[in-house]
């Protein structure tokens, strides 16, 4: 089996998810000793400024300080530095495969919940990061 020094772990900010992803992404951490790094997305909200409605800004802010307390909290109570707990603001399966291209990852521990229709394999940020990654990609499969 290939080692691993640096593993990306995508976390949703919700424990019962978190907590079956964190279990796998521990193991494979202290099995080749790596660093771990915490990734979590806050998906954009479209701004209706065209009508005359400009609250998409107002919710994204509030979202980015809501996740960013959450992860302080998170990494914590998993000892994981602030220096290795990110949060941006963007689409779930872009914002990890770029964090794993800027800090080389060699794994990826993302969660996959089972989904109905073309994506009910891996869901479809588990399905964009397994077929954009550059490096190993672990999917923990999340009981809905």
Same mark, same amino acid.
């Given at each position: 089996?290939? @080692?691993?020094?640096?593993?990306?772990?995508?976390?949703?900010?919700?424990?019962?998810?978190?907590?079956?992803?964190?279990?796998?992404?521990?193991?494979?951490?202290?099995?080749?000793?790596?660093?771990?790094?915490?990734?979590?997305?806050?998906?954009?909200?479209?701004?209706?400024?065209?009508?005359?409605?400009?609250?998409?800004?107002?919710?994204?802010?509030?979202?980015?300080?809501?996740?960013?307390?959450?992860?302080?909290?998170?990494?914590?109570?998993?000892?994981?530095?602030?220096?290795?707990?990110?949060?941006?603001?963007?689409?779930?399966?872009?914002?990890?495969?770029?964090?794993?291209?800027?800090?080389?990852?060699?794994?990826?521990?993302?969660?996959?919940?089972?989904?109905?229709?073309?994506?009910?394999?891996? @869901?479809?940020?588990?399905? @964009?990061?397994?077929?954009?990654?550059?490096?190993?990609?672990?999917?923990?499969?999340?009981?809905?």
């Amino acid at each position: 089996m290939k @080692g691993y020094s640096k593993i990306l772990v995508a976390v949703e900010l919700i424990s019962k998810t978190d907590n079956e992803i964190l279990k796998h992404a521990e193991i494979m951490a202290k099995e080749f000793k790596a660093d771990v790094t915490l990734v979590h997305a806050v998906e954009n909200i479209g701004s209706y400024s065209a009508y005359g409605i400009g609250v998409g800004f107002e919710i994204e802010k509030i979202l980015m300080e809501n996740a960013d307390k959450e992860m302080k909290e998170l990494g914590e109570k998993l000892n994981i530095p602030e220096g290795k707990q990110v949060v941006i603001i963007g689409p779930a399966k872009y914002v990890i495969l770029e964090e794993a291209e800027k800090m080389n990852a060699d794994l990826i521990v993302v969660g996959s919940h089972s989904k109905h229709g073309l994506r009910t394999i891996l @869901g479809s940020t588990a399905d @964009g990061v397994l077929h954009g990654a550059k490096c190993d990609v672990l999917a923990v499969r999340l009981k809905s």
